[in-house]
């Protein structure tokens, strides 16, 4: 399984580093975020910026779960009905989403774990759990810068 990963370019030195803080993810317990289409995850970056997409330098890489076990959030946690909530203040999402990866994290059970996305209905992010023994054998690409289609200049 491939998973995309987009991050703006000035981030490129710390491009595959875990994120502590999320609706998923905890200081505790860093997780990288990816998802199964690079549409996916720029439509996660436009909800976070907030700013025009032709105003980003975007990158984008991905990676190669090499057929590591990928479990389904849904198969074995029950996920509120509030999960998907936005954020009060910035950065603070409900607690349960947290508590289920931090729970996931500790039992090592899975190198990623699939979960919908908050910001498109019907699709999939893919959080990786870096502290996971398999982690060193997945394989990582350079990010490369990502072009947009120039439709995205267009001012609505």
């Given at each position: 399984?491939?998973?995309?990963?987009?991050?703006?370019?000035?981030?490129?030195?710390?491009?595959?580093?875990?994120?502590?803080?999320?609706?998923?993810?905890?200081?505790?317990?860093?997780?990288?975020?990816?998802?199964?289409?690079?549409?996916?995850?720029?439509?996660?970056?436009?909800?976070?910026?907030?700013?025009?997409?032709?105003?980003?330098?975007?990158?984008?890489?991905?990676?190669?779960?090499?057929?590591?076990?990928?479990?389904?959030?849904?198969?074995?946690?029950?996920?509120?009905?509030?999960?998907?909530?936005p954020p009060l203040v910035h950065g603070d999402?409900?607690?349960?989403?947290?508590?289920?990866?931090?729970?996931?994290?500790?039992?090592?059970?899975?190198?990623?774990?699939?979960?919908?996305?908050?910001?498109?209905?019907?699709?999939?992010?893919?959080?990786?759990?870096?502290?996971?023994?398999?982690?060193?054998?997945?394989?990582?690409?350079?990010?490369?810068?990502?072009?947009?289609?120039?439709?995205?200049?267009?001012?609505?």
């Open positions: 399984m491939i998973v995309h990963r987009v991050q703006l370019t000035r981030y490129l030195p710390t491009f595959w580093r875990p994120s502590k803080t999320g609706r998923w993810t905890s200081e505790t317990s860093p997780i990288i975020y990816t998802s199964d289409c690079a549409a996916t995850c720029l439509l996660e970056i436009m909800m976070h910026t907030g700013g025009p997409m032709n105003e980003l330098d975007l990158s984008e890489g991905t990676i190669d779960l090499k057929n590591r076990q990928v479990i389904q959030i849904e198969d074995h946690y029950e996920l509120p009905d509030e999960w998907k909530s999402y409900h607690t349960a989403p947290r508590e289920i990866i931090t729970h996931w994290v500790s039992q090592k059970t899975s190198i990623a774990i699939n979960v919908p996305s908050a910001t498109v209905n019907g699709s999939r992010n893919i959080l990786i759990d870096p502290s996971h023994p398999d982690f060193k054998q997945l394989v990582f690409s350079d990010p490369k810068r990502l072009t947009l289609d120039r439709r995205f200049d267009h001012k609505r």
